[in-house]
């Protein structure tokens, strides 16, 4: 007896048998001659069969009928379709390498509170969905204590170019050697800070904050190393005093430096 109650005779049950069996013959070699088997995936899908970035309209069916991926997304989300590698020829994920750190750059400031760095290169790149490359530069915070430290500590005295005179002693013996006459030279610097009491001079209140002042540097003033003390450093700030103007000081910064000059009129001396 069949399905729904109809009795089969033995020559017709042997031959509807046959054709049962002949129709899961046909259907297995369809399924081996298939390019993709029984699966659908990727190499079902219209051209394109893969897709960049992410796309939810880039999907297929799974054998079970579920729903699955081809674009690179599906990498990340694990719901790639079972061809997705060959079809789409994708390779293993390569993680990012680096290597070793470098050294730590100089102090920002020489002589005060700055910052460091150092930084690493990418060895290998990271592809096909692989661990991204961490940090390649460090920085972190240092105070300098180069060697000329020391005159960003000095504190240059100044007073009015007025006080520039060429002295000539009158009781000087003709066989007596005057002292060695040395070129000038000129420090241009911009004030950063200067005191109440410097407004009490007509010429020290001209030492206002952000005015570029020409500091020039006499022989006399000069020390051993032919150089005025407290004449400043470049990008760092160093101080001055006003010698005639007590309690009138400030800071400033030095932006050049000019050999065998003199400053314009109204301008200071190194004292």
Request: aromatic share 8%; glycine share 8%; proline share 6%.
């Amino acid at each position: 007896m069949g399905a729904r109650g109809v009795v089969w005779p033995a020559s017709g049950f042997a031959a509807a048998a046959a054709a049962v069996c002949g129709c899961l013959a046909v259907f297995t070699w369809a399924a081996l001659l298939s390019p993709h088997g029984a699966d659908a995936g990727c190499g079902d899908r219209e051209t394109p069969n893969c897709c960049s970035g992410r796309d939810n309209e880039c999907s297929e069916f799974t054998r079970r009928k579920t729903t699955c991926y081809c674009d690179t997304y599906c990498q990340r989300t694990g719901d790639c379709c079972e061809d997705y590698r060959p079809v789409c020829q994708i390779s293993a994920a390569i993680d990012c390498v680096v290597g070793s750190w470098g050294a730590w750059s100089p102090c920002t400031s020489p002589c005060a509170v700055g910052s460091t760095e150092r930084s690493r290169q990418v060895s290998v790149p990271p592809r096909n969905g692989g661990t991204p490359c961490p940090d390649l530069k460090q920085r972190r915070g240092c105070f300098g204590n180069n060697a000329v430290c020391s005159t960003a500590k000095e504190v240059a005295k100044i007073l009015p170019d007025s006080f520039k005179r060429s002295f000539k002693d009158p009781w000087r013996r003709p066989h007596m050697l005057m002292k060695e006459e040395k070129a000038s030279y000129c420090v241009y610097l911009r004030v950063k800070q200067s005191s109440a009491a410097c407004k009490l001079k007509l010429w020290s209140a001209q030492l206002v904050r952000e005015r570029l002042v020409c500091a020039e540097c006499q022989s006399d003033a000069m020390s051993k190393n032919n150089r005025c003390g407290g004449d400043g450093m470049e990008s760092t700030r160093t101080f001055w005093a006003a010698a005639s103007v007590p309690g009138c000081h400030g800071s400033w910064m030095r932006e050049s430096l000019s050999e065998g000059c003199h400053c314009a009129p109204y301008s200071v001396l190194f004292v």
